[in-house]
């Protein structure tokens, strides 16, 4: 009989290790605001490539993303691993290009691994968390994120003076290989080996991790693994599935409308609109929002688990339409305070989304889903959430022309108001729920 543990320590070096493909995530995500400034310089980028060339990386997500139900027949261990070397392909050529069409395609490969990592990670690491406490776990994929995102400002700070935009990509080597040695080290879900019907694994795998076999582990029905994709295909829209599918669907999207990769991409820009002098300034002033962003999510890693899901959504959400409607407001009204004023407003956004929606929407999309589609119902929810991203990354400089950044900020206050009204009717606590009793709720 095993001893119940909250945090078995194979569990915690198991989630850090998956968790470091959430830092390349971020990293890379993040690295592009401090690059395509010199980019643009050494290549002469219009404002149209540079739309193109931080965006591109969505693209490849939403491949990515597509293609994360792979996790459902390679395993969540495998489709890491491929990850991983996928991660150290695409740096090599962000470093080595001599061309915007290789850095173009370096960037698309690169969002294809980001992509496939954003439904892996949380989903590897809540299938190996004890239920009390998995909240926590799942919440080290974005703690790792917004790492990255911080390593990656103060990397472009490091490498401004000099504009040298390859050092910039070539820090993603280290971790990358890190952890494709440690993926070796680490074992496949118990829930996947035995929805494959690999029940001595999955026994062996538990007994590594120190976790006690509850229910929602060991009663799995190893027929799952023998219905045909069909079939699977088809129980997403099954009554006990559809709506958490589609609430999962939802939440993904509002993560993204609702504007904070505006921020993490262009956040010199933001900086320099808002009358920084230099594109060294503007870098420094974005470490802080970096910053803000680490510490509110281990914040949240410390909240989530205690006072609940819905009520870290709902404070953050809140405190995010205030701050983009007070970011909206200086610039809408420019004068000598506006740059203070945006970072206050920055700070404050980016401090309310880190616990709310970014730990919470990858911890809802990992939990919300049953086992035998659980990887592409991720897939989907996370093609959503891609595919927003996507839309809202490349106009954003174009809504910036056309309404100006105070009106483009007023509109995310708007979207973020209508998050706040879907959360409040559609979205359900799953605190300490086993993912037999989350099941469960829906059947209800």
């Keep these: 009989m095993h001893k119940k543990h909250l945090f078995p320590p194979y569990v915690i070096f198991s989630s850090l290790v998956a968790a470091l493909g959430s830092f390349l995530f971020g990293y890379h995500t993040a690295i592009i605001s401090g690059g395509v400034i010199f980019i ?25 993303a597509i293609s994360g139900g792979v996790s459902d027949y390679l395993g969540r261990k495998r489709t ?79 490498y401004a003076a000099e504009g040298n935009w390859r050092m910039m990509f070539s820090v993603a080597f280290l971790p990358a290989l890190l952890q494709l040695f440690c993926l070796l080290l680490i074992p496949e879900t118990p829930p996947w080996l035995i929805s494959k019907g690999q029940r001595s694994k999955a026994e062996k795998a538990l007994h590594r991790l120190r976790i006690a076999p509850p229910s929602e582990h060991l009663v799995i029905k190893e027929k799952i693994a023998k219905r045909p994709v069909k079939s699977q295909f088809q129980d997403l829209l099954a009554p006990s599935v559809r709506a958490p599918f589609f609430i999962g669907i939802g939440i993904s999207i509002f993560q993204q409308i609702t504007g904070i990769n505006t921020v993490i991409y262009y956040a010199p820009r933001i900086f320099q609109l808002a009358g920084f002098p230099s594109a060294e300034s503007a870098i420094l002033a974005t470490v802080w929002i970096g910053a803000i962003n680490v510490i509110m999510t281990l914040v949240g890693l ?49 401090g309310c989304f880190a616990p709310g929606l970014g730990i919470v929407t990858w911890l809802i999309i990992s939990e919300i889903y049953p086992l ?31 309404l100006t950044a105070g009106g483009t900020y007023w509109l995310f206050t708007a979207i973020c108001v209508l998050c706040l009204i879907y959360i409040w009717k559609k979205v359900p606590e799953t605190k300490g729920k086993s993912f037999d009793q989350i099941q469960a709720f829906w059947q209800k």
């Design 40 to 64: 643009a310089r050494d290549f002469g980028l219009t404002d149209f490539q540079e739309e193109l060339l931080i965006s591109i990386t969505l693209v490849g997500g939403i491949f990515g």
């Design 80 to 158: 890491m691993i491929i990850d991983a070397f996928l991660f150290l392909i695409a740096t090599f050529l962000l470093f080595d290009a001599q061309s915007y069409g290789v850095l173009m395609g370096g960037r698309l490969l690169v969002g294809f691994a980001i992509g496939l990592a954003s439904i892996t990670v949380p989903l590897y690491i809540a299938e190996i968390s004890p239920p009390e406490s998995r909240g926590r776990f799942v919440s080290l994929n974005q703690l790792l994120i917004t790492i990255g995102i911080l390593v990656s400002f103060l990397v472009s700070y490091a």
């Design 302 to 350: 410390w909240l989530v688990d205690r006072i609940g899901r819905r009520p870290l959504l709902i404070v953050g959400v809140l405190g995010m339409t205030l701050s983009l409607a007070l970011l909206g407001f200086a610039f809408q009204f420019q004068n000598s305070g506006t740059g203070i004023e945006a970072i206050i407003a920055l700070i404050v956004y980016v």
């Design 372 to 402: 035998g589609v659980r990887g592409r119902a991720m897939s989907i929810a996370t093609f959503a959430n891609w595919t927003s991203n996507y839309i809202v990354t490349l106009t954003f400089l174009t809504l910036v022309q056309l």
